[in-house]
């Protein structure tokens, strides 16, 4: 990984992928703190940005996923 190069670029300016990196373990932290497990769904409320790009690699390293409900019992 090359933390200093750009990842993400958006309206307010450029993310690099190590602050990225910190960005998405502090919302798997978040996440896990709150009780979410590996399998869970979550839902991003967030517009299109560097901000959903981060929450959303928060997610898939905290196991949770994207996706419709599961069935009902």
Avoid: K, S
């Amino acid at each position: 990984m090359h933390p200093e190069r750009v990842a993400v670029v958006g309206a307010v300016g450029e993310v690099r992928y190590g602050e990225l990196l910190r960005r998405a373990l502090a919302t798997a932290g978040a996440l896990r703190a709150r009780g979410i497990v590996e399998g869970d769904r979550v839902a991003l409320a967030l517009g299109a940005g560097e901000d959903f790009v981060a929450a959303l690699h928060g997610c898939l390293l905290a196991g949770a996923g994207a996706g419709p409900p599961p069935p009902p019992p």
